[in-house]
């Protein structure tokens, strides 16, 4: 009898583990809700779409947020962001409000952040920026999701102004023409390398929030990079067109705070990356 409760009790557990993991992906067919301000399926009503989405209505650590100085409190002890990224086949996904590059399994390697490991999953482009910095608007943000075996979510984020091309996005940039014209959601694009999004600095910004797509959930460690990196206008505009959502935007409006606090990691060396 012993055995059986041990084994009912296991099965359980697994479930509870499978259900955690699926409440906190980001949805993946993104038809369903939409970025238009005066729609029923807008941002303010996300919450209402699904009850397992009510965090976007309801949550107390939504994203994005303005990274403003005023909140800002300078520390040493987090650490530099360590990752250990590999090259590995991706796929290019348009998931029908953005485009999603995922790798296949673990193989692209993780981050540790505060002694856990995320196994890098997937990353995502939003223009203009979803986060601000005392106010000021990117051109464009790109995630780097990130999860760990206990279903935790780790986001790493990069800000892009107009300016050269971005090296990563100009080798990507024939499979997003490629999809622009056809209706397939997704293509194979061989073997990509993850450092190739480069991070330029040691500096970042933490706060704890949460992922900016429904089901929106939340205690999503969040890392921002400090230093804003360049992209080509053609390259923001090849990244809307593809999606055909017929949007110019995909950024989720500004969050409350909250009273949450952002850390600015500063190490006395800058090492670049």
Not at 38 to 56: D, F, L, Y
Not at 193 to 211: T, V, W
């Amino acid at each position: 009898m012993a055995v059986v409760q041990s084994r009912v009790l296991a099965c359980i557990l697994f479930i509870l583990v499978v259900l955690q993991y699926a409440r906190s992906q980001e949805v993946e067919d993104e038809s369903e809700f939409s970025y238009s301000e005066s729609s029923e399926r807008g941002p303010a009503r996300w919450g209402e779409i699904h009850p397992e989405w009510g965090a976007c209505s309801n949550g107390t650590m939504q994203s994005p947020i303005d990274i403003s100085n005023q909140r800002l409190h300078i520390v040493s002890h987090l650490g530099k962001l360590k990752r250990s990224y590999k090259a590995a086949n991706a796929t290019l996904r348009n998931r029908g409000h953005d485009m999603m590059l995922s790798w296949e399994g673990e193989e692209a390697g993780a981050i540790e952040i505060n002694g856990t490991e995320y196994g890098l999953q997937q990353c995502h482009w939003h223009s203009p920026s979803e986060h601000t910095i005392n106010g000021r608007r990117f051109d464009l943000e790109v995630h780097l999701v990130h999860r760990s075996a206990q279903g935790k979510v780790a986001v790493v984020g990069i800000f892009y102004k107009i300016g050269t091309p971005d090296p990563f996005l100009a080798s990507l940039e024939d499979d997003l023409a490629a999809i622009t014209d056809t209706t397939e959601g997704a293509r194979g694009v061989g073997v990509i390398d993850p450092k190739g999004i480069k991070f330029g600095s040691s500096k970042y910004y933490r706060y704890m929030g949460s992922l900016t797509v429904p089901p929106c959930t939340e205690n999503v460690v969040w890392s921002f990079v400090t230093k804003v990196r360049t992209v080509a206008r053609e390259q923001v505009r090849l990244l809307r067109v593809a999606v055909h959502d017929n949007y110019d935007t995909n950024a989720r409006p500004m969050q409350s705070m909250n009273h949450r606090s952002i850390q600015l990691f500063r190490p006395d060396d800058e090492v670049k990356n």
